[in-house]
């Protein structure tokens, strides 16, 4: 359900928000960084390009949307004081891609995963920026998601504020550091495209749960596909 994209921006500026975020893995982001822009998972499949699997991958088929590109309103790692489980690299955007009115931009009442399967559009997204005011306050930030639908083609680095990595203080096997080894592997996809190296921050928290959530939550599979290039030695497909 398409909504106004300047009422939106307008809507969202009057709450503070002037940026929106994307999260994925190391691998996958690597991908966006040698596209050029965020691409939807379809895009990638069809390319044959690299991502990280996703579990939500065929529910997202099943719905629709594998086409499109999600973004937050808000850095959900801070949000919550935790790590984001889309994955450690954060893309953050200025919010003024709204109003690019090349974008249909629709957005939802709760992430698709949580879909019913007799649901209609006006179940699953806001049928108006009204809609979206009247109901922001009854609504979780992270079910809330600005959806970019159906992009076929890289998009959103003409946007792009900030690009930040988490350091999970994890060693795999007591030697292979995670966060030196994704910071590299950034560092080396960003080599000759000085604007956006320079966007390159790294998180390191204190009051956060993300770091033991790291260590205690994740299997080292699954810390190897979120922080690791597919092109390591060390990476699992």
């Given at each position: 359900m398409k909504l106004d994209n300047r009422k939106l921006y307008e809507f969202l500026k009057s709450n503070n928000?002037?940026?929106l975020y994307h999260a994925n893995t190391v691998a996958t982001s690597m991908t966006f960084i040698e596209e050029g822009g965020l691409l939807s998972r379809e895009y990638i499949e069809r390319q044959g390009l690299y991502q990280t699997p996703q579990q939500?991958?065929?529910i997202d088929k099943k719905?629709?949307?594998f086409d499109d590109i999600f973004?937050?309103?808000t850095d959900l790692h801070q949000h919550f004081?935790?790590?984001n489980h889309y994955g450690p690299v954060l893309f953050q955007f200025s919010s003024e891609l709204l109003l690019n009115n090349g974008f249909e931009i629709w957005v939802t009442k709760d992430n698709p995963i949580y879909w019913s399967a007799n649901s209609q559009a006006s179940d699953n997204y806001f049928d108006s920026v009204r809609?979206?005011?009247d109901e922001w306050n009854?609504?979780?930030r992270q079910k809330m998601m600005v959806t970019i639908r159906k992009p076929s083609k890289p998009i959103l680095f003409d946007y792009l504020e900030s690009i930040t990595l988490d350091n999970p203080k994890v060693k795999l096997n007591n030697e292979l550091d995670l966060h030196i080894e994704s910071k590299k592997a950034l560092i080396d996809?960003?080599?000759g495209n000085s604007n956006m190296a320079n966007m390159l921050k790294l998180r390191n928290c204190e009051l956060c749960f993300c770091v033991g959530n790291y260590s205690d939550q994740l299997s080292q599979t699954e810390l190897v596909q979120k922080f690791l290039p597919d092109t390591h030695e060390a990476f699992e497909r």
């Open positions: 928000i002037t940026s939500s991958d065929d719905f629709a949307v973004l937050d309103t004081c935790r790590q809609e979206l005011s009854k609504h979780d996809v960003l080599r």
